[in-house]
């Protein structure tokens, strides 16, 4: 068992650019989640998929933002037209069948100039 | 509205002995709560869990323990070691939901 991974581990781009980051849940895992933590705060709750389903999002994922699980195994994120206040360590969870405990990858650190 | 709310940021205990870390929420529809660990630069490592049918659960050094009424959790360590060192997050989840929301965490140092 591998654990979740996150790529890339940093990530430093300008205002206005695009930016994508993957996440690779367990194997097996059928459901993934995406946060956002800022400094001095816990994991703030992005979105959710089962198997390839988005099935939440929340009111914090603005239109720039854009998620998504193709095949049911991997996970992508996307940010367009980054602003300053996307600054923030941008975590991936999965979690399987009914079990509720999610288990989180190393995180990718965003930084917009 | 912070539905989870660890109070203590910051806490120091003596290698050896008991680390009591405290969460309160106020969500009533919360009915399962974990405990995660978090070491600078890397994501939070799920520690521990409680339903909210039971009022205790133990894994080894770890106990979390549960008050419904009072809506509050404790996670207790003991002993405590250096290397528990790290920011607590207690986290929260209501059924049909599975989202955790999480508390701003409590930063526990243990010094020998």
């Known amino acids: 068992d591998t654990g979740v991974s996150q790529n890339p581990r940093h990530k430093i781009t300008k205002r206005g650019q695009n930016v994508t980051f993957r996440c690779d849940p367990i194997?097996?895992?059928?459901?993934l989640y995406w946060y956002r933590q800022t400094l001095g705060q816990g994991p703030e709750f992005l979105t959710y998929f089962q198997n390839e389903a988005q099935l939440e999002k929340s009111r914090l994922l603005s239109d720039r933002f854009s998620a998504e699980r193709p095949k049911g195994s991997f996970s992508t994120l996307e940010i367009q037209r980054t602003e300053q206040g996307d600054s923030a360590m941008y975590l991936c969870a999965s979690s399987y069948g009914e079990r509720r405990e999610q288990f989180f990858g190393p995180g990718t650190r965003l930084t917009v100039l | 509205d912070q539905q989870v709310k660890q109070n203590s940021p910051s806490l120091s205990v003596q290698e050896g002995r008991i680390s009591i870390l405290n969460c309160d929420y106020t969500n009533s529809m919360f009915d399962y709560f974990l405990w995660y660990k978090k070491y600078p630069a890397e994501g939070p490592t799920f520690l521990i869990s409680?339903?909210?049918?039971?009022d205790k659960n133990e894994d080894g050094r770890f106990t979390v323990f549960l008050n419904k009424s009072a809506k509050h959790l404790s996670l207790h360590i003991v002993p405590s070691q250096p290397g528990d060192s790290a920011v607590y997050f207690c986290a929260a989840s209501a059924g049909g939901t599975d989202k955790l929301i999480f508390g701003t965490g409590t930063r526990l140092q243990v010094f020998p």
């Open positions: 409680i339903s909210s049918i039971k």
């Open positions: 194997s097996e895992h059928n459901r």
